[in-house]
């Protein structure tokens, strides 16, 4: 809770400064730092953006288009952590069998693409053009302890008011960590 309220600070601090200077540009300096926050709180926010940005049904026109900047542009880690995800998985001498460009082609909220080249031993050829697709550093356990974290809040939610049950939120949370979980997991998508 305390690193929630940590990444919402410079949002609820600014909020009343934008506010005053809203036709000046502060409605665009209040988007910038609720899109911040929500991809520094990780998967789970950024993903809730991202649905968010496609009903326009429930939502102001203006909230989608803003929440549909997450769709293709969530910022992507370093090259450093890349590399030691890759080291982790593969071992050290991964670099012998592949060549990554640093620069990612793509970043969604749980990963990221590098365009990269298999690397033919002597003789076998020319190097085969891949996408590496490499998970963010922490992303997982951000999944679990906010899928958690929502699992007790609805818990707790449906135990002081009865009539929660009747939304069907724990349902509804369900349905999005079967829908989140598979993202999460690289392996699922590597078997398609």
Do not use: N
Request: glycine content about 6%.
């Amino acid at each position: 809770c305390l690193e929630i309220f940590c990444r919402a600070l410079p949002l609820a601090i600014s909020a009343p400064l934008c506010f005053v200077f809203w036709e000046r540009g502060g409605e665009r300096w209040m988007w910038r730092l609720i899109l911040s926050a929500l991809q520094a709180e990780g998967p789970i926010a950024v993903k809730f953006a991202q649905w968010a940005s496609t009903r326009p049904d429930i939502l102001p026109r203006s909230v989608c288009d803003h929440f549909a900047a997450l769709q293709a542009d969530v910022e992507p880690h370093s090259f450093r952590d890349t590399k030691r995800t890759i080291a982790q998985a593969f071992g050290p001498s991964w670099e012998t069998s592949i060549q990554l460009d640093e620069k990612p082609i793509g970043s969604g909220c749980m990963a990221q693409v590098h365009r990269g080249r298999l690397l033919q031993p002597e003789g076998g050829g020319p190097a085969r053009e891949v996408a590496v697709k490499v998970r963010h550093p922490g992303a997982q356990d951000k999944v679990d302890l906010d899928l958690e974290v929502m699992r007790t809040v609805v818990s707790l939610l449906e135990a002081i008011w009865s009539g929660a049950r009747y939304l069907a939120i724990s349902e509804a949370v369900a349905h999005f960590e079967a829908f989140v979980r598979p993202q999460a997991d690289l392996r699922i998508e590597a078997d398609r």
